[in-house]
């Protein structure tokens, strides 16, 4: 039998290439208004790569935890009173907080999937009156992410599922959750974002987001 040497590609194998990109980490973004069910599918996400033998994380934005995240939770409580510049700045600042963390695991070749990424500053900020070209300036810098998964729900489903809970200032702004709502879908157009129907059932938008993932080859 006639034996075949391996195509290469700049000096390794196509098989070669095929497990780096298995074994490099990936930042997956779920994106998406309040209550439109991105931490249920962050949860499902990690259950299913878990089960494959990945590694991975969720990571939240806005981190409570850090000294920034402290001070945004105090805005968003209503017990601090800043400008919509100084507010996206903390949230901006709070994400490069995590930056070295979050560059550490991809080197690992750890699937990091993020409850909010520096996308819905773009989506708040833009509904909140500021340029868009100045708020994506503020995350110029952060590690890039592999896919944007928006969860696209309607305004009236959000507020039905709001009120289970007590709303933060931003929640609690309607006109703003209007522009949200509308900037969302503008901005994924804009910047080619994947968008799912938020309102089926949280299986089917788990299959969804599975199947957008297999065709790009993230996982």
Not at 18 to 28: A, D, Y
Not at 99 to 106: N, R
Not at 144 to 150: A, F, L, R, S, T
Request: hydrophobic share 35%; glycine share 6%; proline share 2%.
């Amino acid at each position: 039998m006639q034996r075949h040497d391996p195509i290469l590609i700049g000096g390794s194998s196509l098989m070669q290439v095929r497990n780096e990109l298995l074994c490099r980490g990936r930042i997956i973004v779920i994106e998406g208004g309040d209550k439109a069910g991105k931490q249920t599918q962050a949860r499902l996400l990690v259950e299913s790569l878990k089960l494959s033998g990945r590694m991975c994380v969720v990571v939240d934005f806005p981190d409570y935890t850090t000294p920034i995240g402290k001070e945004i939770k105090a805005f968003l409580e209503g017990n601090r009173e800043y400008p919509n510049e100084s507010k996206h700045m903390l949230l901006s600042a709070n994400r490069w907080e995590r930056k070295s963390e979050i560059e550490s695991m991809i080197k690992k070749g750890t699937i990091v999937i993020m409850n909010r990424y520096y996308q819905s500053n773009l989506v708040y900020g833009v509904s909140n009156g500021l340029n868009i070209n100045w708020l994506a300036n503020l995350d110029s810098g952060l590690p890039k992410e592999d896919v944007v998964i928006v969860l696209d729900v309607s305004h009236n489903v959000l507020t039905e599922r709001s009120t289970e809970r007590e709303l933060d200032s931003f929640e609690k702004n309607q006109k703003l959750l209007l522009e949200v709502n509308k900037n969302y879908r503008k901005l994924a157009k804009q910047f080619k974002w994947k968008i799912i129907n938020g309102e089926k059932s949280r299986e089917q938008i788990h299959q969804e987001i599975m199947n957008i993932l297999k065709i790009m080859r993230i996982v």
